[in-house]
C-alpha cells in the first residue's frame, strides 16, 4: 500500500485516539485498548515499509502518550504525587532521551572548550572567573586548602544562598528555550565554559585531585541537574521549530507543559546538592577519600539512575502490564 493511501485509511482513526489521549476526552477503557491494539499494528506496519517516514515518528509519539494515559486509569495510582515522581517523570525522561543525550553532548563539547581556551591562555580563567575569585583562591591553595572558599559562611547561609542561586539557574536555562532553545544553548555555554576553565586552573596548580575530592561532593547533583534542566529548555524550543501534525501553538504548550514537570523534577536534587555543599563539602579535606569518593559516586549514581535508567525500566514494566490489560 503506498504511504498516502496508508494515511488516508487511517487518518479519522489516529486522530480520534489522538484526541483521546492527548486533549484528554473521555473514552471507554474497553475502545482506548482496542483502538491501542490497531495503533501499535499501525506504527509496526509504517516502520516496515515507511521506515523514514514521518508518521513513524507520529504514531511512536502517540504510542508513547498511551502509556501514560492508559495506566493512569490503575486503581494503584491514584496517588497522583507519587505517580508524577515514580511515573510521569521516568515515561517523559524515555520519551525525550534524545534531547537529554543532545544536552549531554552541548555540555560536554563546551566544557571541552573550557578547559583548552584555559590551557592556551593563562589570562583566560580571570577573565571567566574574575581576578577576586582566582586571587583568593590562590591564596587558599599556598595555605594547603584549595576548596576553602566553599567554607566560608554559616551553614544554613551557604545551604539557602546556593541553592537558591542554583534553582536560579536552572530555571533561567529551561525559560530561555523559549528563544527556540538557542537561549538554553548559550546559558549551558556560560556554565560549561567557567567549568572547564575552573577545573583546569586547579589542575594546572597541581590539586586537581583536592578540588575534585571537595567540589563534585555536591557538584555531581549541582551539575547533572543542569544539564536536565537544559534537556527541557531545548524540549520546549524543539516543540516551537518541530510542530508535527499540531498546530505551532498548541505543540508549544505540550513542549512547555512537559517541560516544566522535567524542570520541577530536579528541585529535590537541587536541594540535596545545596545541603551538600553547605553542610558537608567544607570538611572535604579532614575526612577519608572512601568517605569524599563514596559520596560523589553516591550522588552522581542516584541522579543518573533516575534519569538515564530507571525511564527504561518503568517503560519496559508499563509495557509488560498493557500487554495483558490489552489484550
Known amino acids: 500500500m503506498r504511504e498516502v493511501a496508508f494515511i488516508k485509511q487511517n487518518k479519522e482513526k489516529w486522530l480520534s485516539f489522538e484526541k483521546a489521549v492527548f486533549n484528554g476526552e473521555e473514552m471507554d477503557s474497553d475502545e482506548l485498548a482496542n483502538q491501542y491494539i490497531h ?10 515499509y515507511y521506515p523514514k517516514s514521518k508518521v513513524v515518528v507520529y504514531l511512536n ?28 517523570v521516568p515515561l517523559l525522561m524515555y520519551q525525550y532521551r534524545k534531547y537529554v543525550l543532545l544536552a549531554f553532548v552541548i555540555f560536554t563539547i563546551f566544557t571541552v572548550i573550557g578547559v583548552l581556551s584555559a590551557a592556551d591562555d593563562e589570562d583566560f580563567v580571570r577573565g571567566v572567573l574574575g581576578d577576586e575569585y582566582v586571587n583568593q583562591t ?24 546556593i541553592t537558591v542561586n542554583n534553582l536560579r539557574v536552572g530555571v533561567i536555562a529551561f525559560v530561555m528555550g523559549v528563544f527556540l532553545g538557542l537561549g538554553t544553548v548559550y546559558i549551558l555555554f556560560n556554565n560549561c565554559i567557567m567549568l572547564g576553565a575552573f577545573q583546569y586552573f ?16 555536591h557538584g555531581s547533583m549541582e551539575i547533572f541537574a543542569i544539564v536536565i534542566e537544559a534537556a527541557a529548555g531545548l ?25 516544566v514537570k522535567i524542570l520541577i523534577s ?7 546538592a545545596g545541603f551538600l555543599e553547605g553542610f558537608v563539602t567544607r570538611y572535604s579535606d579532614t ?34 502490564q498493557l500487554i495483558p490489560a490489552l489484550g
Open 138 to 161: 590562590l591564596e587558599n591553595i599556598d595555605k594547603g586548602d584549595p576548596v576553602a572558599v566553599y567554607k566560608s559562611g554559616s551553614n544554613w547561609g551557604s545551604f539557602i544562598g
Open 235 to 259: 524540549i520546549m524550543g524543539a516543540s516551537i521549530l518541530f510542530p508535527g501534525t499540531h498546530s505551532r501553538f498548541e505543540s508549544f504548550k505540550r513542549g512547555a507543559k512537559d517541560g
Open 266 to 272: 530536579t528541585f529535590p536534587f537541587t536541594f540535596a
Open 287 to 320: 575526612m577519608p577519600n572512601v568517605l569524599s569518593v563514596g559520596i560523589i559516586l553516591a550522588t552522581l549514581g542516584i541522579i543518573s539512575y533516575y534519569y538515564l535508567l530507571y525511564p527504561y525500566k518503568v517503560k519496559n514494566e508499563l509495557h509488560h
Open 202 to 217: 586547579f589542575y594546572e596548580r597541581g590539586v586537581f585531585w583536592e578540588s575534585v575530592r571537595g567540589i563534585w561532593i
Open 61 to 88: 509519539q502517540l504510542a508513547a502518550k498511551a502509556f501514560q494515559k492508559i495506566y493512569k486509569t490503575k486503581r494503584e495510582d491514584t496517588n497522583r504525587f507519587v505517580h508524577f515522581w515514580k511515573t510521569e
Open 39 to 48: 495503533l501499535v499494528n499501525d506504527l509496526a506496519y509504517a516502520q516496515t
